[in-house]
T-cell receptor, first 115, second 112 residues
């Protein structure tokens, strides 16, 4: 009955590989996000989708491609993985579409390690 | 550039003691400020959210204060418990923009 769930929790892969992280929310929220938390613990928003439409796309390499098959799912696909992609990736969802005035609920994170 | 700075970077306290975490920001125009608690290996969980007109807000043993004039906020933990061991993140948002500025967090360790 987890509100925001993402899989896998841990992902270790070699440079150059392509990998996906899945996220699902059962809160009935309209907006979903992907955040990246680097080694210094800073969280940065990467993407935001509202009702399957992309509304926020920060300066993220185009190797990262989010896909939202429906408003309850937002998957993150990463091509040609690089060492610098190693981080913890958090999925989140919110009721409203504006992250600055709506509370976000976060998943448990996916620790990606590129070797 | 909008920034959020938190201090201290980490602290250790004994169970039952109080502590205060600081957050200074330069985000403008200001919309709201939030404190999140992030347990190790988990996603952040919202503790409080305060708008410009709010000076203080409590959530159980957590009390957040906001001084929008000096652009400072604090999070006070009363009668700490072992379960309070976590990273506490201050997040400030701009008015009329989607941007959120995250602090690096303060890691609190509560020892028995």
């Amino acid at each position: 009955d987890t509100a925001v769930s993402q899989t896998p929790k841990y992902l270790v892969t070699q440079m150059g590989n392509d990998k996906s992280i899945k996220c699902e929310q059962n809160l009935g929220h309209d907006t979903m996000y992907w955040y990246k938390q680097d080694s210094k613990k800073f969280l940065k928003i990467m993407f935001s989708y509202n009702n399957k439409e992309l509304i926020i796309n920060e300066t993220v390499p185009n190797r990262f491609s989010p896909k939202s098959p429906d408003k309850a799912h937002l998957n993150l696909h990463i091509n040609s993985l690089e060492l610098g992609d190693s981080a913890v990736y958090f999925c989140a969802s919110s009721k409203g579409s504006h992250p600055s005035n709506t509370e976000a609920f976060f998943g448990q994170g996916t620790r990606l390690t590129v070797v | 550039k909008n920034q959020v700075e938190q201090s201290p970077q980490s602290l250790i306290i004994l169970e039952g003691k109080n502590c205060t975490l600081q957050c200074n920001y330069t985000v403008s125009p200001f919309s709201n400020l939030r404190w999140y608690k992030q347990d190790t290996g988990r996603g952040p969980v919202s503790l409080t959210i305060m708008t410009f007109s709010e000076n203080t807000k409590s959530n159980g043993r957590y009390t957040a204060t906001l001084d929008a004039d000096t652009k400072q906020s604090s999070l006070h933990i009363t009668a700490s418990q072992l379960s309070d061991s976590a990273s506490y993140i201050c997040v400030v948002s701009e008015r009329d923009d989607y941007k959120l500025s995250f602090g690096a967090g303060t890691t609190v360790t509560v020892r028995a």
